[in-house]
Every structure is written in C-alpha cells, then in structure tokens.
C-alpha cells in the first residue's frame, strides 16, 4: 500500500509522517510485530486517521488471529478512505478469518470493482467460492486467472481440487499434469505428483498413474500416498508381488493400518498364498470389526471349499451389516454351495 499523509500538515511532519508508516510496514514484514506497533501507533498521535497506520494496526490483529479489534481497525479506516483497496482486502480476509463467507465475497467484489485485473483478489474469490461449494462460481473465477496465464500455478491447483471434490477426475487431472509437465518446480512436488496420479487411478489409467507415483517416490521414498498409489496401480495392473512390496513398505511404518493390511491380504488372495492372506486379514481384525477383511476371509474359505466356516462369517456379518446387499448375496451363494456338497455326499 502506498504511503498517504494528509496534505494539511507541514512538510517536514509529512515527512516524518511517510518515513514511520514505511519503517512500520517493513518491521512488519520482517516479523517484528513489537516494533512496527510502536511506530503506527506513533503515526495516529499526530494523524488520528492515517490509513496506513491504522491498516498496519489491523493487519497486525489479523496475524494474532484477533479478528474483532481487525475488523474495527479496517472499518475504521475505510469510514475515512473508502478506496482504500489494501484495508478493504483485509477486512474480507477477517470476515474470511470468522466463516462469515457472504460478508468476505462482498467486500471482494467491491475490490475486485476498483481492481478488476487483480488476481489475488479474483482467486480469494474463488477459494471461497470452492469452500462454500458453489462450482460454478469457483470455476469461473479460476478460469478467469487462467484464460491470461494458462499455468498460473494456484489457480491451476484450486481448479484441479474443484474439479477432484466433484470427481471430475478426467478434468481434474488436466489440471495437475499441466502442473506436474510443466517444467516449472511444480513438476517435482510431491502433492502435485500424487494428484495427477491419483485422478489417473481412479480412471484406472493405471499405467499413467503409475509413472507420477513413481516420480514422487523417487523425491519422497517414505511418503504414505505415493507408496499407497504405486501399490494399488501395480494391483490395478495385477502386478500383485510388485504391489505386495509396497503396501509392506508402508506396513513397516504403520504397522497397524487396516487399510493397508486389507489390501495386502487381497494381493496375497490373487498370487494364491492364501495362509499369508489370512495372516494379514486377521491383523486387520484385530484392530475392530472391517468388512473387507471379512470379505476376504469368506473367499479363503470358499475357494477352499470350507463353505460352513464360509456361511459362520457371512452369519455373524449379517448380524453387524443387516442391510449389505453383498452379504445377503454371498449368504445365498454359500448356502447354495453348502446344500449341493450336503447332497453329493448324502448320494
């Protein structure tokens, strides 16, 4: 904000007027909080209503997260300068502070009138939007950044989560690969790379997905959503011992995952080791009831022809799951197993 003293004062008072507000915005800026209140409150001991001491002072409640005494500041600099763009932005920054999402997008737009190429102004804009989960509007607002800056990293990255929370994976993923490809620091970071792929895995473009993983292992060995992403591409793939050694991976860290421990009971069921499977299943279990892991036990059982023991869990999950259309199906599918080996052994 550029520093403005009123004109009514003598020369040499401005001066000293101007050489305050710029010592207190750049102790400020340097964290010296202390320092930089000294020097607006010193301001307003001669000028009652300068502006930039009084959004010097607002800005400094806003850190501290005193959201109240900002607003007052803001409102009281903005009662005397009503153009005041930068305590404008401040008092929709409290409002953001306070969830008071409408009176933060108001105050905005009134920026965004007096600025209306700021981008700054137009992505809060849009992350508001986004957090209210108004679509449209957000959608719009980061368009607008990007039609003049196609790889404007924020807006690429605020559209590419507004596209993901709605499960546009297709666009979204356009979104982070513009990112991820760009050739710009972007194109190594870890959340960057995992969104790319995970848009990917959940289109089951699984070899896609699989190099962006690999890269943001290759930066971040032990990082849980890139192992996690790697493990369930290359089981997407049915590359299931390569997928094994990841979910372990991540088992060495967080040995007590059920997650984890359920899907690499089922990678175990597709490369035919079935006692390893039950191994994992059952660690799983330890850590409270999870009906995938009971799934997979069932289907041990099953494919060992052991459909009483196979009916027992299915029992028992009915009682917990009443109304799971899967176990109802596995109950009548098992049941009918279970008379036909009856049957063949009564003849």
Request: aromatic share 10%.
């Amino acid at each position: 904000m550029s520093v403005v003293v009123d004109g009514s004062f003598p020369s040499e008072q401005v001066r000293e007027l101007v050489r305050l507000s710029r010592q207190g915005y750049s102790l400020l800026k340097a964290e010296k909080i202390t320092e930089a209140r000294e020097c607006f409150e010193q301001i307003l001991k001669t000028d009652t209503h300068n502006a930039f001491a009084l959004a010097g002072l607002a800005d400094i409640a806003r850190k501290n997260r005193e959201y109240g005494e900002a607003l007052i500041l803001y409102q009281t600099c903005l009662e005397h300068h009503s153009d005041n763009n930068y305590a404008r932005f401040g008092l929709a920054d409290c409002y953001r502070g306070l969830r008071d999402y409408t009176n933060a997008i108001a105050q905005w737009q009134i920026c965004l009138k007096n600025d209306p190429a700021n981008p700054s102004i137009i992505m809060h804009l849009a992350e508001t939007h986004r957090i209210l989960n108004e679509f449209s509007k957000a959608r719009e607002y980061y368009t607008s950044v990007l039609d003049p800056d196609p790889q404007n990293e924020p807006a690429l990255r605020g559209l590419g989560y507004l596209y993901f929370d709605a499960r546009m994976y297709e666009q979204a993923a356009s979104c982070w690969e513009r990112l991820a490809d760009g050739g710009t620091r972007a194109g190594s970071d870890v959340t960057v790379l995992t969104m790319a792929g995970d848009c990917r895995r959940r289109l089951a473009d699984y070899e896609r997905a699989l190099r962006y993983f690999k890269q943001a292992l290759a930066s971040a060995p032990t990082h849980f959503m890139s192992l996690f992403g790697t493990a369930d591409c290359c089981r997407g793939l049915k590359r299931y011992k390569e997928a094994k050694t990841y979910f372990d991976r991540i088992l060495k860290a967080e040995p007590h995952n059920p997650s984890i421990l359920t899907r690499a009971g089922d990678v175990c069921v597709n490369m035919g080791e079935l006692e390893s499977a039950r191994d994992y299943y059952n660690k799983a279990l330890t850590r409270g009831s999870n009906i995938f892991a009971l799934f997979g036990l069932v289907k041990i059982e099953r494919s060992g022809g052991n459909f009483k023991q196979a009916l027992e869990f299915l029992t028992r999950m009915q009682e917990k799951y009443p109304h799971n259309r899967r176990v109802l199906r596995e109950i009548k599918e098992c049941g009918t197993q279970l008379e036909r080996e009856q049957g063949g052994q009564t003849a």
